[in-house]
């Protein structure tokens, strides 16, 4: 039986180093020139206030630019939110983000449309046709037992009036006071 032969641990570790090694370009010999040149380097002030002074300008006005809009969208959306909270207390069935999908919905709040106005602009003729529902329901007579009360009507009955209660009632009535039953 032919017994195989593993590499020295000492080979494999030399290998692996032979790997991780920097190439030629990266050898320690070449990096100090590089370290020289970064050291002649002008430094970021004299860059900012020399060649190059208009386009940190433009860059950091820029930066500035998208955060400002950032903050604005933010805020935006965040007003939004709220109105859409009291949008929601007339309309429980209110959704923004399901509206939001709706073009014509958003494109009404883009162009300065308060939330509720939009809402009702798109939902018109659904909102017109539960008012006539519930206009027609208001307009049906009462069933019997829908009520807390009785469906019989009673007056009071003066001679279960207590002593205090009809003394009461003629001294209204000596100050001209029309008592009726």
Not at 58 to 78: G, P
Request: hydrophobic share 30%; glycine share 4%.
């Amino acid at each position: 039986m032919e017994e195989h032969k593993h590499p020295a641990p000492e080979a494999a570790q030399e290998k692996q180093t032979a790997r991780q090694t920097p190439d030629a370009p990266h050898a320690p010999e070449e990096r100090a020139p590089l370290e020289e040149r970064v050291e002649q380097m002008p430094s970021f002030q004299e860059l900012i206030s020399g060649a190059y002074r208009e386009d940190y300008l433009k860059a950091v006005s820029e930066t500035m630019l998208a955060q400002a809009r950032e903050t604005e969208r933010y805020l935006a959306y965040r007003e939004l939110r709220f109105r859409a909270e009291a949008v929601k207390r007339d309309y429980p069935d209110f959704d923004l983000e399901r509206e939001l999908e709706n073009p014509t919905f958003a494109r009404l709040l883009e162009n300065g449309v308060d939330p509720k106005t939009a809402y009702e602009v798109v939902h018109h003729e659904t909102l017109c046709r539960r008012e006539e529902r519930l206009a027609q329901n208001a307009a049906r007579p009462q069933e019997n037992g829908l009520t807390g009360g009785s469906a019989a009507f009673s007056k009071a009955d003066p001679r279960a009036l207590t002593r205090q209660e009809r003394r009461q009632l003629r001294r209204r009535a000596a100050r001209g006071e029309e008592i009726v039953w």
